[in-house]
C-alpha cells in the first residue's frame, strides 16, 4: 500500500487504535501497518509488520480473528464486533473493533483490511449506570417507560450546547434529526415494551454545529421485584468515526487519480440500469467504453506526470459533455465507461457521442506543452432485457475494437 493510499485511509487526528492488514495469496492475514496509538495502547511494535496473525497469537486467539478478517473478504462488508486486549500495563482493556475492506484497483478483491480499535472499558464497567455523572463525556439520558426525559447530564451543555433542563420533562424524541426519528422510535418503544436494550446510530442536533452522529445505547433498570424503573440511555459522539467512514467508502467506489467513480461503483451502476431496463423504467440503455488514442506515445515522450494530467483532463471532458443522469467511470489506464441511460433514440446516442468527441478536439495545453489527443469510442445498445454486466462491457470492448481499426477518433455503435 502506497503512501498516498494511506495518507487517505488514514485521517488526520485518529486517536483510536488502528492497523492494516494485508491480505495474502496464501489466505493468510499478515500486518502492513500500525499507528501510534496501537502502539502505545497494546503491546504490538513496528516489529510485527509483515508477519501473520497465526507466527504472533496463541492458536485459539489466532482463529477468532482469522475468522473475523475472512468473514471480511467472503462477504466484502464491514465487521463489527467486541473484544479485550491487554496494554503495555498488563491491564485488560474491553474494545469494539471494526474491520473494513479496501478493494484492489479493480474494486473486485479485497486487497488490504483496516481495524479501527475503540477502547470501551469505562462503558462495560458503568453499563448500569444507576446516576448522572458530572464529568461525563456522554450524553446520559434517564427516560421513564411513557418515553419522557426525566433526568440528563450537564455534559449536554459541552457536547451539544444545550442545557439539560432543556431535555427534562421532553419527549426522547427531542431534536432526533428527522430522518432518524421515525426509525429511533419504533426501536426505543419496542425496548421500552419489551424492556430490552439497545443500540442505534442517530443524528443530535448541535447548537452551532448542526447534526452530529452519535452511537445510542440504551438499557433497562428494575428493582428488587425486577419491575422496570427507568431506561439509562447513553449516547457516544461517533461523528469522527462516521467520517473516516465516508473516507473509506469514497476510497473504495472512486478512482484515486480522477476521483471518478470506479469499476467497482460503475457495476454497481449498470446493474441498477439493466433492473430498470428489464423493469420497463426506461425506454433505451447504451454503455460507451473509450481511450485515448496513442496514449503511450504520450507516457515515454512526456513522462507519466504528465500522462496522469492528460486523464485527469480526459475524465473532466467526458463528465462536462455528459448528462446529469449519465455515469463516468475510470476503468484503469485510459480506459473509461460512459453510461448512457434512457437515452432515447439513435440519434440522440449519435448526438451525445459527437458532444464527447467535440470535447476532445478543443486544445489540449498540459504543464504548458500543447498536445494532440484524440479518443476513440466503442458503444453499445442494449437489446436483450436479460443481458449481464459482463456480456454488455464485452459488447462495447469489440465495438471499440472496430472504431480503432476504422482509423480511431471516432465511435463505432
Not at 59 to 82: G, P
Not at 309 to 334: C, H, M, P, W
Not at 379 to 388: F, G, P, Q, R
Amino acid at each position: 500500500m502506497n503512501e498516498n493510499d494511506l495518507n487517505q485511509v488514514l485521517m488526520d487526528g485518529i486517536k483510536e487504535i488502528l492497523f492494516i492488514m494485508k491480505v495474502g495469496d496464501d489466505s493468510e492475514f499478515y500486518y502492513d501497518f500500525v499507528n501510534r496509538a496501537a502502539i502505545e495502547k497494546t503491546k504490538l511494535s513496528k516489529d510485527v509488520i509483515g508477519k501473520p496473525i497465526r507466527q504472533l497469537y496463541t492458536e485459539e486467539v489466532a482463529t477468532v480473528l482469522y475468522e473475523k478478517y475472512l468473514k471480511v473478504v467472503t462477504t466484502l462488508e464491514t465487521v463489527i464486533y467486541q473484544d479485550s486486549f491487554k496494554t503495555r500495563k498488563g491491564d485488560v482493556c474491553f474494545s469494539e473493533t471494526t474491520l473494513t475492506p479496501i478493494f484492489d484497483s479493480k474494486g473486485e478483491k479485497c486487497s488490504y483490511v483496516v481495524a479501527s480499535v475503540q477502547d470501551i472499558t469505562a462503558k462495560i464497567r458503568n453499563k448500569h449506570l444507576g446516576v448522572i455523572a458530572n464529568d461525563s463525556q456522554d450524553l446520559i439520558k434517564v427516560i421513564d417507560e411513557k418515553g419522557i426525559i426525566i433526568d440528563a447530564s450537564p455534559s449536554h451543555k459541552n457536547i451539544l450546547g444545550y442545557d439539560r433542563e432543556e431535555y427534562i420533562g421532553e419527549s426522547f424524541l427531542k431534536q432526533i434529526h428527522p430522518d432518524d426519528t421515525r426509525r429511533f422510535k419504533e426501536i426505543m418503544l419496542y425496548s421500552l415494551n419489551n424492556y430490552e436494550s439497545l443500540k442505534i446510530e442517530i443524528r443530535k442536533k448541535h447548537v452551532l454545529q448542526g447534526w452530529i452522529w452519535f452511537e445510542y445505547k440504551a438499557t433497562p433498570v428494575f428493582d428488587d421485584n425486577n419491575k422496570f424503573l427507568y431506561m439509562i440511555c447513553l449516547a457516544s459522539n461517533i461523528q469522527t468515526h462516521k467520517d473516516y467512514e465516508s473516507k473509506l467508502k469514497h476510497f473504495a467506489y472512486y478512482d484515486s487519480l480522477t476521483n471518478l467513480p470506479n469499476r467497482r461503483y460503475l457495476k454497481k451502476r449498470l446493474a441498477h440500469a439493466l433492473e430498470d431496463y428489464r423493469q420497463g423504467n426506461i425506454n433505451m440503455l447504451a454503455v460507451a467504453i473509450l481511450d485515448i488514442d496513442f496514449f503511450k506515445s504520450v507516457n515515454d515522450n512526456y513522462g507519466h506526470d504528465t500522462g496522469d494530467a492528460v486523464i485527469v483532463e480526459y475524465g473532466n471532458r467526458i463528465k462536462s459533455s455528459i448528462r446529469d443522469i449519465d455515469l463516468v467511470a475510470r476503468l484503469g489506464g485510459d480506459e473509461f465507461v460512459v453510461l448512457l441511460p434512457n437515452i432515447g433514440n439513435v440519434e440522440n446516442l449519435n448526438r451525445a457521442a459527437d458532444k464527447i468527441q467535440n470535447a476532445m478536439h478543443k486544445p489540449w495545453i498540459i504543464n504548458g506543452m500543447k498536445l494532440n489527443i484524440t479518443t476513440s469510442m466503442g458503444i453499445t445498445v442494449v437489446l436483450d432485457k436479460n443481458e449481464s454486466i459482463s456480456n454488455v462491457l464485452k459488447n462495447a470492448d469489440i465495438a471499440l475494437y472496430k472504431a480503432k481499426n476504422t482509423g480511431k477518433d471516432g465511435y463505432y455503435i
